[in-house]
């Protein structure tokens, strides 16, 4: 792990600035932290609304609300209640939600588990193995968790109320004025702020204010995912399918234009399931009907590992989405309204980065901030803060588009290729690259460090 001075204001009082290459030379200056007088700064608190409630909206508001600033969330649901299952938290996101206090809040509800084990679509042989506990805690100085998405976001909200956030429900945002700044309600009310932070999803009305009135939503990929979660005691009676969970680990089913992604949530209760396939059609039209959704996720993974297919076949409910990306997104920012999260950066779920991401966006949002001085500064942290995450969510947007590739070979020379650059992590001997990202060290530390 390189260039991680954990303490950044220390380098500018001594003078330092972490270079640019890979170096741990000053790391000696995390012993000084506390030692050294900081010279103080008058920050302004600033009255801040945050329109979402979502991942993305809490976590602005925790990291703006911990350095006092006064923030209310305006969510348009009538209440918070978050659907899907479940949700990875890797360590470029574990690090800063436990810098922001969320240790104790989620600390019962997540699994840490040990390796992700790549399998072969047919017959389930490992072709790939990640370890992560405890190499990825050792490495990136954070661990990787799962965890219920609904458990994830409840931890994430009372926190929040903690810290004196206020959550504004039934507020559906129907316009924003970016100049004031300011939001006006579907019921006509209009609320004035120092900041208006736009974390509203896919879907984001605010982003169209961001491209001169022309929305360019997000575009379907061509792929969708069904998703599950089972109970775990009733899977452990089946020897064939209890070898799969001796020990918490992510397996990874890969075929032709399809995976399959499971892990154990909700402190070892659960068995999630994510089962990803091409699907071009209109969601719009899609059956809602159990039996149909079944037979339908059976047929697209007919044929594939029998201990996959026995999971899949005990699956008594799944749920159906479409899989989006959003095009590369360059301006984030116009006058004091700023977007980010999913409204910024929709990406493919394939790097598992789209909350972890949306986690980065709000914290570095707070220390673009943390130096605002007067509102006339405020411009300023926002195209600094726009500067450096354009470049960070577009790149992971990149490489989940590259995932998909990389995982749906045919069986072929390429997929033959990519198993077979996969040996060495399998056989715990050194390697300096692999198709496998989570495992491919300059991937990695781009990544997590």
């Not at 990149?398 to 650059?421: C, I, M, V, Y």
């Not at 050194?430 to 495992?439: C, E, G, V, Y």
Request: contains cysteine; hydrophobic residues 45%; proline residues 6%.
């Amino acid at each position: 792990m390189y260039n991680t001075v954990h303490s950044p204001g220390l380098s500018s009082l001594t003078g330092l600035q972490a270079p640019t290459y890979p170096s741990n030379c000053l790391q000696f200056l995390d012993n000084l932290e506390g030692t050294i007088p900081r010279q103080h700064v008058e920050t302004q608190p600033l009255s801040v609304i945050v329109v979402g409630a979502g991942l993305g909206g809490l976590a602005t508001a925790i990291a703006l609300a911990r350095d006092h600033h006064q923030v209310t969330i305006y969510e348009q649901a009538n209440q918070l209640a978050e659907v899907g299952a479940g949700i990875q938290i890797p360590p470029n996101s574990s690090r800063l939600l436990l810098q922001l206090g969320l240790g104790p809040y989620l600390e019962k509800f997540v699994t840490q588990p040990e390796s992700i084990l790549v399998r072969r679509w047919q017959n389930g042989k490992i072709i790939g193995r990640t370890r992560l506990d405890p190499q990825f805690r050792e490495q990136f100085g954070a661990p990787y968790w799962v965890i219920h998405r609904a458990h994830f976001h409840a931890a994430m909200h009372s926190l929040a109320i903690d810290l004196g956030v206020t959550v504004q429900l039934a507020s559906k945002v129907a316009s924003y004025d970016v100049h004031t700044p300011s939001i006006t309600l579907a019921d006509g009310s209009t609320i004035l702020a120092d900041l208006v932070v736009a974390a509203d999803e896919v879907n984001s009305t605010a982003r169209a204010v961001l491209m001169g009135g022309t929305n360019i939503p997000p575009q379907r990929t061509g792929f969708a995912a069904y998703r599950a979660v089972m109970d775990l005691e009733r899977m452990r009676a089946d020897p064939e399918i209890a070898s799969l969970l001796e020990t918490p680990a992510f397996n990874l089913w890969l075929g032709d234009k399809r995976h399959v992604m499971t892990y154990v949530i909700g402190a070892d209760k659960w068995f999630n399931m994510v089962l990803s396939h091409p699907d071009d059609s209109d969601s719009a039209q899609w059956t809602h009907d159990q039996d149909e959704i079944l037979a339908n996720m059976r047929n697209e993974f007919d044929g594939w590992d029998p201990a996959l297919s026995k999971i899949i076949h005990m699956v008594d409910r799944a749920l159906k989405w479409p899989l989006y990306s959003g095009a590369t997104m360059h301006r984030w920012v116009s006058g004091r309204l700023v977007v980010l999260g999913d409204a910024a950066h929709a990406m493919l779920p394939y790097m598992s980065q789209s909350a972890a991401i949306a986690v980065e966006d709000g914290v570095a949002l707070a220390r673009s901030l943390g130096k605002v001085t007067c509102l006339s500064e405020i411009p300023m942290a926002l195209a600094v803060f726009e500067n450096v995450r354009v470049t960070r969510a577009s790149q992971m947007q990149e490489a989940s588009l590259l995932n998909g590739k990389l995982w749906h070979f045919p069986d072929g020379p390429l997929q033959r290729a990519r198993d077979a650059a996969m040996v060495p992590e399998v056989e715990d001997r050194p390697f300096s690259h692999s198709p496998n990202q989570w495992s491919d060290p300059a991937t990695q530390m781009w990544c997590y460090a």
